[in-house]
């Protein structure tokens, strides 16, 4: 079993739809909790970053953590073409060390259609 | 924002050469890191670095070396490239306990 899943779509909704990214992990040692968008042939940027259990909201983007289930998403709401890309779960350990390596999920396509 | 670039963005090499990616940044970060992207694999660790000359192997370290002779600068290379290295390779530079990673914009690497 890999330390971290995610399945890897592809994603098709319509624009203005909420979508529902998900990742489920093994390791429960995990504590710092991020959500990357990747467009095209660019790097991965930060969305998201959580610490421990809980909801973050930032806009149309909500990130939950539910550390008893291993289970983590993220919810964009009001869909728009322009948030088709990929999305990236990573999580680690702890900041800094060996510990502190970003362990990602293999990434969701996601297409949002006019 | 951190300021990071990757050198060569486009490489195509032959199989057996050495190869060297350079990872620059203007900070002064203390944590790099080299990925590999594939489809079907996401980002895989290849190596890390915690420091100035400290240096630790990841997720899929064979083949690949790297140094840090300066704080800035995060080198890969590629011994003897193989086929199998054909990839897209990311550096990136943890930025801060609540900042996660920044990472450059790539290099996409052909080995023939």
């Known amino acids: 079993q890999k330390e971290v899943e995610q399945d890897p779509g592809p994603l098709s909704v319509p624009e203005g739809a909420i979508v529902s990214l998900n990742c489920t992990y093994s390791?429960?040692?995990?504590?710092?909790f991020m959500w990357y968008r990747q467009y095209s042939r660019k790097g991965p940027e930060l969305l998201m970053y959580?610490?421990?259990?809980g909801n973050k909201e930032d806009g149309r983007f909500t990130a939950q953590v539910d550390k008893s289930s291993k289970y983590i998403s993220l919810f964009i709401r009001d869909s728009q073409p322009s948030d088709s890309a990929t999305y990236l779960c990573?999580?680690?350990?702890?900041?800094?060390?060996?510990?502190?390596?970003?362990?990602f999920g293999k990434g969701t396509k996601l297409s949002v259609k006019p | 924002d951190a300021g990071i670039t990757q050198s060569p963005r486009h490489k195509v090499t032959e199989t057996g050469t050495p190869v060297t990616l350079r990872c620059h940044q203007t900070?002064?970060?203390?944590?790099m890191y080299w990925y590999r992207q594939d489809p079907g694999h996401g980002l895989r660790l290849i190596h890390y670095?915690?420091?100035?000359?400290?240096?630790d192997k990841g997720e899929v370290s064979d083949g690949y070396s790297v140094s840090r002779s300066k704080t800035e600068d995060f080198l890969l290379t590629l011994e003897s490239a193989t086929s199998s290295q054909t990839s897209v390779y990311f550096c990136?530079?943890?930025?801060?306990?609540?900042?996660?990673?920044?990472f450059g914009s790539g290099t996409r690497l052909t080995v023939v």
């Open positions: 990573a999580m680690s350990a702890r900041y800094g060390g060996s510990q502190g390596n970003l362990i």
């Open positions: 390791n429960s040692a995990f504590q710092y």
């Open positions: 959580t610490y421990s259990s």
């Open positions: 900070e002064n970060h203390r944590y």
């Open positions: 670095s915690y420091g100035v000359k400290d240096t």
């Open positions: 990136a530079i943890n930025t801060g306990s609540n900042s996660g990673y920044t």
